[in-house]
């Protein structure tokens, strides 16, 4: 069923999907202002704790600016399942208290567009009307503001390396762009050099055979191939797994679907891995995909063999397709190697796997990368995509291929770079008693927000009008990371240095006050 937006029914200014509006409860205080820009003076907003209506002024706006546009948060779709109601979207069943937070008036730019146009509809469809926009299109906004008003940034948010493509990878990019033959169109399932190239990786890296002619396909992305993995497999009543800290993609290219998601808690408890046994029966009946992301976006913890095999032996009882996406798969420290699902039996028959050449070879902007995994699934993403695209410009996948056959060359002092500046963040970090372990994986750090916050969203704006620091609220990747915020280290040590040096200055630590 296709999400709707209704008032809610004891709230008039809050908004809910269709049906029952079981929203996991809401901790913090969030206001809400008109959709101009906040000025220095004072807001008036009305706030929520606990279920509970306050009124607050506030100097800093309390996340104002950001969360006009954004209106509803990535998790705000989230809905407990009901075998009554049958909403768009499912959560898991706990706590079925309080509404998501979002103003009536604040619905997002296509409605407000729509509103504004007397004679034209360019609304979108009901399902893209229900996404909010995406929360790192609104952190952007908000530094924008920041930046306006004189502040300047030390961005530690964005997940985008900062270390430029190796020299020797754009020379092979413009040779094969020379290449009359590079200049058509590619072929839907690329080129045999890159597929090769891909197989002959993984029986390097991860000692995996790989079928290159039946067991790989090029991406333009990983992002791309999980949403179209996504969209050739669901549809409504169907119910997609997946974690309740989630890259965004997972849960807005289900919910264009209209399919359901079911949310997987991960907590620190449980060294953030899901129980698969928790999961109810009556939503494993519908359930078609069970996504997984290791090397994990945003905590850096990766899953255990043990992990592995029990997911292989589940999809395979429910018969499930098994998606991992190991988009930090080759950014590791310590000399630690994570598994690739493949190692294991029975996942040539389930599973499919995406890498991504942003992280791991400092690409991000080629848009590259491809999917391993069982032949049938592969070609399920291979006829979807024929229908959207067009496939990888053919002197990128040159490159690379050139990249992957010289992988060790560029990989290592990268990971060198990186590990420095997670020893030095993570000391410097709990110097101003913020604690975490220091990650295997990814190139993030996990942290608890401040004692005296009750929010991610506010304490992120907190910090970047105090201090210019800007780091990613955890309430971005779902309910879980409510309290926790993402320190990225994709910047040079001097700004790691220098922003542990104003943090300090101005006196932010995790025992503050505010």
Same mark, same amino acid.
């Given at each position: 069923?296709? %999400?709707?937006?209704?008032?809610?029914?004891?709230?008039?200014?809050?908004?809910?999907?269709?049906?029952?509006?079981?929203?996991?409860?809401?901790?913090?205080?969030?206001?809400? @202002? *008109?959709?101009?820009?906040?000025?220095?003076?004072?807001?008036?907003?009305?706030?929520?704790?606990?279920?509970?209506?306050?009124?607050?002024?506030?100097?800093?706006?309390?996340?104002?600016?950001?969360?006009?546009?954004?209106?509803?948060?990535?998790?705000?779709?989230?809905?407990?399942?009901?075998? #009554?109601?049958?909403?768009?979207?499912?959560?898991?069943?706990? &706590?079925?208290?309080?509404?998501?937070?979002?103003?009536?008036?604040?619905?997002?730019?296509?409605?407000?567009?729509?509103?504004?146009?007397?004679?034209?509809?360019?609304?979108?469809?009901?399902?893209?009307?229900?996404?909010?926009?995406?929360?790192?299109?609104?952190?952007?906004?908000?530094?924008?503001?920041?930046?306006? #008003?004189? !502040? #300047?940034?030390?961005?530690?948010?964005?997940?985008?390396?900062?270390?430029?493509?190796?020299?020797?990878? =754009?020379?092979?990019?413009?040779?094969?762009?020379?290449? %009359?033959?590079?200049?058509?169109?590619?072929?839907?399932?690329?080129?045999?050099?890159?597929?090769?190239?891909?197989?002959?990786?993984?029986?390097?890296?991860?000692?995996?055979?790989?079928?290159?002619?039946?067991?790989?396909?090029?991406?333009?992305?990983?992002?791309? @191939? =999980?949403?179209? !993995?996504?969209?050739?497999?669901?549809?409504?009543?169907?119910?997609?797994?997946?974690?309740?800290?989630?890259?965004?993609?997972?849960?807005?290219?289900?919910?264009?679907?209209?399919?359901?998601?079911?949310?997987?808690? !991960?907590?620190?408890?449980? @060294?953030?891995?899901?129980?698969?046994?928790?999961?109810?029966?009556?939503?494993?009946?519908?359930?078609?995909?069970?996504?997984?992301?290791?090397?994990?976006?945003?905590?850096?913890?990766?899953?255990?063999?043990?992990?592995?095999?029990?997911?292989?032996?589940?999809?395979?009882?429910?018969?499930?397709?098994?998606?991992?996406?190991?988009?930090?798969?080759?950014?590791?420290?310590?000399?630690?190697?994570?598994?690739?699902?493949?190692?294991?039996?029975?996942?040539?028959?389930?599973?499919?796997?995406?890498?991504?050449? *942003?992280?791991?070879?400092?690409?991000?902007?080629?848009?590259?990368?491809?999917?391993?995994?069982?032949? #049938?699934?592969?070609?399920?993403?291979?006829?979807?995509?024929?229908?959207? &695209?067009?496939?990888?410009?053919?002197? =990128?996948?040159?490159?690379?291929?050139?990249?992957?056959?010289?992988?060790?060359?560029?990989?290592?002092?990268?990971?060198?770079?990186?590990?420095?500046?997670?020893?030095?963040?993570?000391?410097?970090?709990?110097?101003?008693?913020? +604690?975490?372990? +220091?990650?295997?994986?990814?190139?993030?750090?996990?942290?608890?927000?401040?004692?005296?916050?009750?929010?991610?969203?506010?304490? *992120?704006?907190? !910090?970047?009008?105090?201090?210019?620091?800007?780091?990613?609220?955890?309430?971005?990747?779902?309910?879980?990371?409510?309290?926790?915020?993402?320190?990225?280290?994709?910047?040079?040590?001097?700004?790691?240095?220098?922003?542990?040096?104003?943090?300090?200055?101005?006196?932010?630590?995790?025992?503050?006050?505010?």
């Amino acid at each position: 069923m296709e %999400p709707v937006l209704n008032e809610h029914p004891t709230h008039p200014t809050l908004l809910c999907n269709a049906g029952t509006c079981h929203f996991g409860k809401s901790n913090g205080w969030f206001a809400y @202002g *008109s959709s101009e820009k906040a000025s220095s003076s004072s807001v008036k907003s009305t706030a929520f704790r606990s279920g509970s209506t306050h009124e607050r002024t506030s100097s800093m706006c309390a996340f104002v600016y950001l969360l006009n546009d954004l209106a509803m948060k990535d998790f705000s779709a989230m809905q407990t399942y009901s075998d #009554s109601t049958k909403t768009s979207n499912v959560t898991r069943p706990e &706590d079925p208290t309080t509404a998501t937070l979002a103003d009536t008036s604040q619905i997002g730019d296509a409605q407000k567009f729509n509103e504004s146009s007397s004679s034209v509809n360019y609304n979108g469809n009901k399902r893209l009307q229900s996404l909010p926009l995406y929360v790192f299109a609104q952190l952007d906004k908000l530094k924008k503001d920041v930046r306006e #008003s004189g !502040l #300047s940034l030390i961005d530690l948010g964005m997940g985008n390396p900062d270390m430029p493509t190796p020299p020797e990878i =754009i020379d092979a990019l413009a040779e094969a762009i020379r290449n %009359p033959e590079n200049h058509g169109y590619p072929s839907f399932d690329g080129k045999a050099t890159f597929r090769e190239a891909v197989s002959q990786w993984m029986q390097r890296r991860y000692l995996v055979t790989i079928d290159p002619s039946s067991q790989v396909q090029p991406l333009i992305g990983s992002k791309e @191939g =999980i949403a179209n !993995l996504i969209t050739a497999t669901l549809e409504p009543g169907d119910v997609c797994l997946v974690p309740s800290l989630y890259y965004p993609t997972y849960m807005r290219s289900t919910v264009m679907t209209g399919a359901e998601a079911y949310y997987m808690p !991960l907590l620190a408890e449980n @060294g953030y891995l899901p129980d698969l046994d928790a999961i109810p029966k009556n939503v494993l009946s519908r359930a078609k995909i069970l996504l997984l992301n290791y090397p994990n976006n945003p905590t850096g913890v990766d899953a255990p063999p043990e992990f592995y095999k029990k997911a292989i032996a589940f999809a395979k009882e429910h018969h499930i397709i098994l998606a991992t996406d190991m988009a930090y798969g080759e950014v590791n420290y310590d000399g630690f190697r994570p598994h690739s699902i493949m190692e294991f039996e029975g996942a040539d028959e389930v599973a499919i796997e995406f890498h991504s050449f *942003s992280k791991t070879f400092n690409m991000a902007g080629w848009r590259l990368g491809f999917a391993i995994g069982a032949p #049938s699934i592969i070609r399920l993403l291979y006829l979807n995509k024929t229908t959207s &695209d067009y496939g990888v410009c053919n002197a =990128i996948q040159d490159a690379g291929t050139y990249a992957l056959d010289h992988a060790e060359m560029f990989i290592t002092p990268m990971i060198e770079r990186y590990q420095a500046r997670r020893d030095y963040l993570v000391d410097a970090m709990a110097g101003l008693g913020f +604690k975490t372990d +220091k990650p295997k994986s990814s190139f993030y750090l996990w942290y608890e927000i401040p004692k005296a916050f009750d929010d991610s969203f506010v304490w *992120s704006e907190y !910090l970047m009008r105090e201090t210019g620091v800007v780091v990613t609220p955890g309430g971005a990747f779902g309910e879980d990371g409510t309290r926790y915020f993402r320190v990225s280290l994709v910047s040079p040590m001097e700004s790691l240095q220098a922003a542990i040096h104003v943090m300090t200055s101005k006196g932010v630590s995790f025992t503050m006050a505010f």
